[in-house]
């Protein structure tokens, strides 16, 4: 499983499992709990909040 964290209180996760930017993508869903998902995925997330600069996009390769 993948887990996200921000050390940015009130800020909310939105990630992808295609690699697409999870700012835009249709995709998208916001993170609540660790994430299942097949090995070679590749996770794409960022942290948003109102009133502030967004997170760099964070990415990983799922392991196997």
């Given at each position: ?8 209180t ?20 916001t993170?609540?709990?660790a ?30």
């Amino acid at each position: 499983s993948v887990t996200i964290t921000t050390t940015t209180t009130g800020a909310t996760i939105k990630y992808t499992l295609d690699g697409s930017d999870p700012l835009t993508s249709d995709t998208a869903a916001t993170y609540a709990e660790a994430i299942t998902t097949a090995a070679g995925k590749t996770v794409k997330a960022i942290a948003v909040k109102a009133d502030m600069i967004n997170s760099a996009v964070a990415t990983t390769k799922v392991a196997s």
